[in-house]
């Protein structure tokens, strides 16, 4: 229809065009049809352009986002094997005795994991801690004496020494750095015996401490024996 109207016309002979004439095209139903379509075909290429800008926009952000999450620290919610500490039993001299040799004691064993309660992160441990035999019968004769209660019954020695001491456990980092030391509650240990010990501290660990936790080295320290007070 344009091909042969007189826009055709006016493309092809371009020179000179009267003021009145060109009023009469700008206002020919040509040109509204040129002019209607303009929209046309400029809005779908807009919009498509839109979609692919808000498209491209949330795709970073969602990215962004989920890098983010991936690399966030979390607490460890397993298992974590332990590390025996350089000094993994101690034996406090000034509580012990000279005329008591302390024991050979092997390294502590188990696992512990991280615990969240409603007081703070806490250290779940089940451990052992083999113990060779420490008999009170080889010890001097003050300790191998009996005692007798005041209801008549008469207590004898034990048969093996036991200690009581702590746990301590070092939170390291995965280069081994000390990241914290948590202490456990006392817990009583004894000669001849593989001591299974399963509890949990009272002291918290801090979530930051816990989120980069990667291996936990244990010691225990005997702070005092059942016999060395007699």
């Not at 817990?187 to 936790?213: C, F, K």
């Amino acid at each position: 229809m344009i091909r042969h109207g007189p826009l055709a016309t006016l493309h092809l002979r371009l020179v000179y065009i009267p003021k009145t004439r060109a009023t009469r095209l700008l206002h020919s139903p040509e040109m509204g049809m040129i002019e209607a379509m303009q929209p046309a075909i400029i809005r779908p290429s807009m919009k498509r352009l839109l979609i692919i800008s808000v498209v491209a926009v949330l795709s970073f952000v969602l990215g962004a986002g989920l890098v983010l999450f991936l690399k966030k620290a979390t607490v460890p919610a397993g298992w974590i094997a332990i590390v025996p500490d350089r000094e993994a039993v101690l034996f406090d001299e000034a509580a012990m005795k000279d005329d008591i040799p302390p024991p050979s004691a092997g390294k502590p064993e188990g696992r512990v994991k991280f615990l969240q309660h409603d007081k703070g992160i806490q250290i779940g441990y089940v451990l052992k801690l083999p113990i060779k035999p420490n008999p009170v019968s080889a010890l001097p004769q003050k300790y191998r004496q009996e005692t007798k209660l005041a209801s008549g019954f008469v207590i004898g020695p034990p048969d093996q020494i036991s200690y009581t001491g702590d746990f301590t456990f070092v939170l390291q980092d995965n280069d081994g750095f000390t990241l914290a030391k948590i202490k456990g509650p006392p817990e009583r240990l004894t000669a001849a015996s593989d001591n299974p010990i399963q509890g949990e501290t009272e002291q918290t660990v801090p979530q930051s401490i816990a989120e980069h936790t990667k291996k936990i080295a244990v010691s225990f320290e005997a702070e005092k024996c059942d016999v060395c007070t007699w």
